[in-house]
């Protein structure tokens, strides 16, 4: 076995909270989450917009813009790098050489101004000590590994590719470096859905060819099916539940996940039992008191209201935070 | 290829149509040169009688005064196209030779003080934006908005006063001391740089703070664009953020700007240069409208039509090069 097996995960998120922070109030983005990323694992993020799935991807980089902040917490990358204590220096070698993301909405992820090509070129010379010819190479083979036309790319400005093309390119500069773990951020909403069902092909393919994590964070449960082999779902800045996929989906116990995967058409079948989750979602200025899910959970009792519930292991590798997870 | 075509005919009938439209309203203000020269000889006592005065006046006038308007606007434009441009009823010397003499300095003049305006401009603008929300930002920006209030004599005045006067540190008027050679040798040029610095300033101190708030404005909205986050988390060096993805997105539109304040940079400013005498084209802009010299007004004022409509069109020209997104004929 590889050396990488004796560290069955490659990145630990510890209690990490980031806080928005401010004039005359703040938000607890991401609340005390922990989990691990595992080697070569795809993990699916699951949670409805604005439950911090992207404030969470942006800590793992230590780039939470502020007025954001990460309040508390540890971020241990390969088991020895201290992400937090990094200095500028070492962040910057850090980002991209080991931890990648392609950003939701990656439309305007490129700068207008440079031909995209040159920007694949700058990320590499800026991080390697690599020959122009070799990163020229590295830059053709990751466009071809994403199915797009080196030459014409790599000389094309950003806004004459079409969304997807875009995509598709940022993929593959996230790829340049060889980084242990792959971010994607939404990688398909606002595209057509043809062009999502390519970008989630071109995903599994790579999951199969490369030699890294995968960390997919969406709102739609149903793209997490093909790809994912762990789910972590997230409520108001917390994971409520993590679990292999297809545990999950056989045996929720989470009633928010409950409640998801009701309303998945894929899942259910049939489309006449959809049926959407009742009530609003919360509003992340005033949680809820207890189990911020408690207004809307059909199971909820006096306890939920008093006391917030934290994850535990309901069985192997099935991790909820629920005070009544026996009895749902 | 056509579209070039298109705007540069554009700007050739801009200008046909500036000229003629300045040929009448020069003529619509009140006076003329006639009255103007009457009374400027009965004051000085060269004529004793009003009627005397007209009849030296009319034989000094080099114009077809008494012809009808259009036949005036003919002849002028026909002399246009020979390179004729009269001569000024003021002081007889050509239209053009006053021109070629007196633009050099005001475009020198100019030109310094626009390079120097805007590099600090810029500079300053980047560095607030990046200093978003500190004290030294709000302060900075206030103290930059009442600088750019000030109008540019009032500066002119006041270091005129400050630095020939109070501190007479500076000469008080021209172009270069009478004691030098006018050529290449250094102390020609040390006498000009010297004379140039109050002006220059004048200038600088006025309008530095107007690419200095615009750059700012644009740098804050590009610093929170997604590629400048993602420029970070690519682990792009700090400095090549600030130059290659802030810099050039918030220069690129204050870049019209810049091109259209050199075509405005020929016209000099008719009150800085009359402050300091300096020997500029806006001085002679006040004198010839202060005497009606309607050959020299027409004169300069072709000269700035000129350059602004070919500044204008240098502006479109180039952006289509300097921003990939806007595309030939757009
Ligand atoms: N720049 C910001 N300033 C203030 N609050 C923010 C900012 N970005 C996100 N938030 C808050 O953080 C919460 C989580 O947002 P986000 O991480 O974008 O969630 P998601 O990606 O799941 O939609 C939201 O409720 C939002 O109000
Ligand atoms: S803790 Fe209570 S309110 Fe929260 S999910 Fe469980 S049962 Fe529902
Ligand atoms: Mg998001």
Redesign the pocket.
Known sequence: MSEQRLFRSIYNIENITVE?I?RNIS?K??NNVSINIRNREALGIV????????????SLLNLV????KITSGKLIFDGKIDVLSLSDEELRAFRWKQVAMVF?GALNSFNPVLRIGDQMLETIMEHEKVSKQEALERISRLLKLVRLEPNRTMKAFPHELSGGMKQRAMIATALLLNPRVLIL??PTTALDVISQKYILSILSDLKKKLEISMVL?T?DLAICTELVDRIAV?YA?RIVEVAKMEDLFLKPRHPYTMGLLRAVPSVVGDVRKLEPIPGAPPD??NLPSGCPFHPRCPYAVERCKREEPYLEEASEDHFVACHRWREV | MKWIYRRVLLALLSIFFTVVLTFFLIRLMPGNPMDVYVQMLIRSGRARTREEAIERAKSLMPLNMNDPLWKQLIDYLLGILRGDLGRSISSFTPVSEIIVKSLPWTVFVSSMALATSFSIGTILGLVLAYKRGTTFEGFSVAALTIFGAIPNYIMALLLFYLFTIVYPIFPMRGAYSSTVTPGFNLNFILSVLQHALLPIASYVLTDFSGWALGIRAMASTVLGEDYVTVAKARGLRESKIITNYVGRNSILPQFTGLILSIGFMFGGSPLVESIFTYPGIGRFFASAVSARDYPLLQGLFLMLSITVILANLLADLLYTFIDPRVKVGD
Request: glycine share 16%; net charge negative; charged share 15%.
């Open positions: 928005y401010m938000v983005a991401v949670g409805e917009s604005g439950s911090g799935k992207t404030t969470l991807a942006l813009p502020s007025p954001g939701q951020d939404e964070l709102h997230m800045g992340m200025f």
